[in-house]
């Protein structure tokens, strides 16, 4: 089992930035991928980045350029940080880690980010 506490949403004006924060704690040697996604009201929820154990990165269209996610290892924290926010991306973001099948996965309680414009 793996838990993961997220932390940093909030309300900031289009523009802004935010970082946001993902701890985990368990079962933290199963974790091979971290990663955020976000949902809005009435979508369903989609991938923003992913980071590996090693460091690759992969991020949506949507935010790259704008969007950094990055892992410190030793802290088991995953964060995020937003730049340069647009209204289009307020939603609740959660945190997500898996192992390297892919066969476990584990979802954070989310965090709302809140873009005005």
């Known amino acids: 089992q793996v838990q993961l506490v997220e932390s940093g949403g909030g309300l900031v004006q289009a523009g802004g930035s935010l970082r946001l924060s993902c701890a985990a704690s368990?079962?933290?040697?199963?974790?091979?991928?971290m990663g955020w996604y976000r949902q809005a009201p009435g979508n369903e929820r989609e991938l923003v980045a992913t980071?590996?154990?090693?460091?690759?990165?992969h991020y949506a269209y949507s935010v790259k350029g704008r969007f950094t996610i990055s892992r410190d290892n030793a802290n088991n924290t995953v964060y995020l940080q937003m730049n340069s926010l647009k209204p289009e991306d307020t939603a609740v973001y959660y945190c997500?880690?898996?192992?390297?099948?892919?066969?476990?996965?584990?979802w954070g309680q989310g965090t709302q980010v809140t873009v005005s414009s």
């Open positions: 997500r880690s898996s192992t390297a099948s892919g066969q476990y996965s584990y």
């Open positions: 980071i590996t154990r090693g460091g690759s990165t």
């Open positions: 368990g079962s933290i040697f199963s974790i091979y991928t």
